[in-house]
């Protein structure tokens, strides 16, 4: 079967679980000799990271209903002969939707977590698009299935494919204590590490919390969260007053985007992801592959990846205590850390390798027009 030529489209090339999803996809679908193009509305950092940049057209948005932006959307497919939009997240999604319709191609939307239904309107979107969309992919089955609580799929329209990362991206780096010494960590123990986006789904209020009855036991310990901390200002600003009602400002750091946060990972004695809400983290699958001892909270794909005492502690979301508690147990117990950490590496190794992802989405994507 000829494969469909298809257009990626995401608004940002900012370093999210999306974004990432969206270069790396390109890239091995470009590799394999499919033809992919991705829209944007904007560069970022994470547009470095493509093979080729010549496959990527920006083209600006100036306001939520923009029939300017929809136009050239629809002028960019009839240009290169699209067969095949693949959207991702909410606003993408819908002109998306609106785009492929208008031009006469089929559209696959992936939803990468619940906070892609923040909304009264959001929901009421994807309800008004559910009959008429080819497919509708969740990044892990506990998302499909809350998914399908708030919008009224037929079941043969959504499906599951698991997040996945490059094993072979990921260098080795071994002197350690000259990546401490870049970030002014030499005498800090224990560093107990987060990355993702500085957004209130993410929970790095709680972590901060936590870090306060963390310190009574350990004096030295340094919090370091990665990941971009201009997407939500107001929150940044609330975690900011935190740190300093707390005194915590020799103790937490915000370290900004980093595209390779993955040489940092062996730093961390903890991984913490304190979500409320969470699809299936990359930046999780990372930690586990770098066999980093592990404390997320019990939502969304945490649930499906991490086997509580298995591989990792599950803890509530949006508890403190419960956090600081599951920290703890992993810097006060090595051997426990240890048999932790090394089952999580196999379950990376074995379930969600980058090469299992893709093949299902071209399977996916030649599903669609057999």
């Known amino acids: 079967m000829k494969t469909p030529k298809i257009l990626q489209l995401i608004g940002e090339f900012t370093n999210g679980g999306a974004e990432n999803l969206v270069v790396n996809l390109t890239n091995k679908l470009r590799q394999d000799h499919w033809e992919v193009i991705i829209s944007a509305r904007k560069d970022g950092p994470l547009s470095s990271l493509l093979s080729n940049k010549n496959c990527i057209y920006f083209i600006n948005k100036q306001r939520t209903i923009d029939l300017k932006y929809l136009f050239k959307l629809v002028s960019l497919i009839r240009e290169y002969d699209i067969d095949l939009i693949h959207s991702h997240l909410f606003g993408n999604d819908l002109f998306g ?22 909304s009264k309107k959001r929901v009421i979107a994807y309800n008004m698009m559910a009959p008429f969309v080819d497919k509708v992919v969740t990044v892990s089955k506990s998302l499909e299935l809350e998914m399908v609580k708030v919008i009224s799929f037929k079941r043969d329209k959504i499906c599951t494919i698991n997040n996945g990362i490059d094993l072979e991206r990921y260098g080795v780096t071994k002197d350690y204590q000259l990546i401490k010494k870049e970030i002014g960590m030499n005498d800090s123990f224990p560093i ?8 209130p789904v993410k929970g790095y209020d709680i972590l901060i919390k936590a870090a306060v009855s963390i310190l009574e036991e350990y004096h030295n310990a340094k919090f370091l969260i990665f990941g971009d901390i201009i997407e939500d200002k107001e929150y940044k600003e609330n975690l900011d007053k935190m740190i300093l009602k707390y005194d915590l400002t020799k103790h937490i750091k915000f370290m900004g985007y980093r595209s390779d946060v ?4 062996p730093l961390f004695d903890a991984y913490v992801l304190p979500s409320r809400s969470e699809g299936l983290s990359v930046a999780l699958l990372e930690a586990m592959l770098f066999r980093r001892p592990i404390v997320a909270t019990s939502v969304g794909g945490n649930i499906a990846v991490l086997e509580n005492g298995e591989n990792g502690l599950l803890v509530p979301p949006d508890d403190p205590e419960a956090l600081c508690k599951g920290i703890l147990r992993l810097l006060s117990d090595k051997d426990l850390s240890k048999v932790l950490s090394a089952n999580a590496s196999n379950a990376v190794r074995t379930k969600y390798s980058f ?14 027009f057999s």
């Open 192 to 199: 107990i590490g987060a990355v993702g986006n500085v957004k």
């Open 355 to 368: 090469d299992r992802m893709a093949e299902n989405y071209k399977e996916l994507y030649l599903s669609i």
């Open 97 to 118: 939707f609106i785009a492929a319709k208008y031009a006469g191609i089929k559209i696959i939307q992936t939803v990468h977590g619940m906070d892609s239904f923040n």
């Open 262 to 265: 993955f040489k940092f990972l």
